[in-house]
């Protein structure tokens, strides 16, 4: 989906989940939908403020819980206690690289899927997310 698809579907998501829509709130999510680095809250919260000046970092990271909440991102915890955001909400994985904590995405090839353990045979497994630290 495209930047501009992804914060249409944001805006339509925030006025059913009846969270007014700002542009503030606009800005946040597109600086996280128009990349695929997976930035921290302070990546986001520092390119934020260029076209907001007086925006707070608590407002920053308070909207991400929100589009978080309302399915618009997920989180991801990185080595060392990091935090990442993504608006890709396709099914994929990640490779953190340790060395540079550089966040890429991974696709299965079609046909290829994981295995599932024998212990959660009898569960209803609504996602499967798997990241490869190298």
Do not use: W
Not at 21 to 31: L, N
Not at 63 to 73: E, S
Request: charged fraction near 25%.
């Amino acid at each position: 989906m495209l930047v501009q698809g992804r914060i249409n579907h944001m805006k339509e998501v925030c006025r059913k989940g009846g969270l007014r829509v700002t542009p503030q709130k606009q800005e946040i999510f597109r600086v996280v939908a128009s990349t695929t680095s997976h930035p921290r809250a302070q990546d986001i919260y520092e390119d934020v403020k260029k076209k907001f000046p007086n925006i707070s970092f608590a407002t920053v990271y308070d909207n991400l819980r929100k589009f978080k909440d309302l399915g618009l991102v997920s989180e991801m915890n990185c080595p060392g206690s990091c935090q990442r955001f993504d608006a890709n909400m396709t099914n994929h994985h990640h490779i953190i690289d340790r060395e540079t904590g550089r966040v890429m995405d991974v696709e299965l090839d079609q046909g290829q899927s994981i295995p599932i353990p024998k212990s959660l045979k009898n569960e209803s497994i609504s996602d499967i997310r798997i990241t490869y630290i190298v």
